[in-house]
């Protein structure tokens, strides 16, 4: 609990981590830290993505054990492979062409290095090319405040547009989700990664998750006794517990996020000023919401017009930094394809860069890397599991540079000060 201020920077949600462990409840936190150290080989791309069954196989990062797999595959062979099959991941979950090419390569080793990295980047152009998550501009609210008033249903993964339908007239609040019930976006009452943390509020009644909602928030409605499914939705609300966790006094920001290409360029018409794209998901890497809070204002003190995305864009909301009555507020955009329609409206040469603050899954590596081949300087806050190959970071680095990009890699999650000066590079 000392290193409370290190999990989030938002005050209820400290309030609210410190009634879990009161409680005894266990939240994702505590997993990431029974986790550590996390896999070595895993991080370091050193640990076969082939779909082979004669291992598994892991190649030491330092030279001291094994230097080759059973087949002889090296550590470049085994680093390409692993970000080939991230890139088929993100292009089968974003609904991009599946390269059956790409899954036949994926059997057993059997090309270069350099045909495994072509191929990773077309698909990751294929991710690009699909990426879209909406269209139009929504008003939206975010804080842990838009519960104070009363319990709500909260809505947590991706829904189906029935289960959305049938919140129609409900007092219901995302916990993360980029959900529209009748037209409108639900308010937030958090970003995705504090979602435990409302649970453990008592101020949500029931629970409506989509399939993609992590298991853990399933078991802790369970063991809070919260409803699941819109079946519980109508069962009476209960009384708010008095709580102190200050949920009362939370506060509750204001934005506009804009879905689609139209209204992403609709935002942007008539800036003159560089645009700081930055973005991303909440991650246990870091102290959720310390990011977008600090690096957003420097940014917009640079001269920049900050865009953002994820739940980046709603910690900046929280903060007051994409308020129309902000001075130079950011211009928030759609959770995973916003980016990409930023740098289609702007063009390459109106961007000083793209951060990914933190990757949700295997599609935001390959929007990460089809930025950088569109001709974007990007920057990953976080390790991607390329460091295991020299080779492979070279022959990256070559191929992204002659498309006029690059991807900025890190061996260990950097921090706001350091985000900024890759900006003002
Ligand atoms: S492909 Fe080679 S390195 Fe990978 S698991 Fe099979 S034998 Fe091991």
């Known amino acids: 609990m000392e290193a409370i201020h290190l999990k989030t920077v938002d005050p209820v949600g400290q309030a609210l981590l410190r009634l879990a462990s009161v409680q005894g409840l266990e939240l994702s936190w505590d997993r990431f830290?029974?986790?550590?150290?996390?896999?070595?080989f895993v991080r370091t791309g050193l640990s076969c993505a082939f779909g082979c069954m004669q291992?598994?196989?892991?190649?030491?990062?330092?030279?001291?054990g094994a230097k080759a797999g059973v087949c002889g595959l090296d550590r470049d062979g085994?680093?390409?492979?692993?970000?080939?099959?991230?890139?088929?991941?993100?292009?089968?979950?974003?609904?991009?062409?599946?390269?059956?090419?790409?899954?036949?390569?994926?059997r057993r080793p059997q090309a270069s290095v350099t045909a495994m990295l072509r191929l990773a980047l077309r698909l990751a152009e294929g991710v690009v090319a699909k990426a879209q998550d909406g269209s139009g501009s929504h008003a939206f609210e975010v804080g842990y405040g838009i519960l104070?008033?009363?319990p709500a249903i909260g809505v947590a993964g991706t829904i189906a547009a029935d289960t959305a339908a049938g919140l129609a007239?409900?007092?219901?609040?995302?916990?993360?989700?980029?959900?529209?019930?009748?037209?409108?976006?639900?308010?937030?009452?958090?970003?995705?990664g504090e979602a435990e943390l409302t649970l453990v509020s008592q101020r949500i009644s029931t629970l409506v998750a989509g399939p993609d909602a992590d298991p853990g928030l399933l078991a802790l409605a369970r063991r809070l006794g919260i409803p699941l499914g819109?079946?519980?939705?109508?069962?009476?609300?209960?009384?708010?517990?008095?709580?102190?966790a200050g949920i009362e006094a939370g506060q509750v920001g204001k934005g506009v996020v804009h879905f689609g290409a139209e209204a992403v360029a609709g935002a942007l018409k008539g800036n003159r000023k560089p645009i700081a794209l930055f973005g991303g998901f909440d991650t246990p890497h870091q102290s959720l919401g310390w990011l977008p809070t600090e690096v957003a204002p420097a940014l917009m003190g640079d001269g920049c017009t900050v865009v953002a995305w994820g739940d980046a864009a709603l910690w900046m909301a929280k903060a007051g930094l994409a308020d129309g009555a902000h001075e130079s507020p950011a211009?928030?955009?759609?959770?995973?394809?916003?980016?990409?329609?930023v740098?289609?409206?702007?063009?390459?040469?109106?961007?000083?860069?793209?951060?990914?603050?933190?990757?949700?899954?295997?599609?935001d590596v390959a929007l990460a890397l089809g930025l950088a081949l569109h001709g974007v300087r990007v920057l990953v806050a976080t390790p991607l599991p390329v460091w295991g190959s020299k080779a492979v970071m070279a022959t990256l680095k070559d191929v992204l540079a002659a498309s006029g990009g690059s991807l900025t890699q890190v061996d260990k999650p950097i921090g706001a000060d350091e985000i900024r000066a890759w900006f003002n590079e």
């Open 230 to 244: 819109l079946e519980g939705s109508r069962q009476p609300h209960p009384a708010a517990p008095a709580s102190d």
């Open 331 to 341: 211009v928030l955009v759609g959770p995973q394809a916003g980016a990409v329609q």
């Open 78 to 106: 085994m680093v390409a492979a692993n970000l080939l099959r991230l890139c088929l991941d993100g292009a089968i979950e974003s609904g991009a062409d599946a390269a059956p090419a790409a899954a036949a390569m994926l």
């Open 343 to 363: 740098v289609q409206a702007a063009g390459s040469g109106g961007i000083k860069g793209a951060c990914f603050a933190g990757l949700r899954d295997s599609r």
């Open 169 to 192: 007239g409900t007092r219901a609040v995302s916990l993360g989700s980029w959900a529209l019930v009748n037209g409108a976006l639900l308010p937030f009452a958090c970003t995705s």
């Open 148 to 150: 104070a008033p009363a």
């Open 33 to 40: 830290e029974a986790l550590q150290p996390q896999d070595g």
């Open 55 to 64: 291992g598994p196989c892991r190649i030491d990062p330092f030279g001291r």
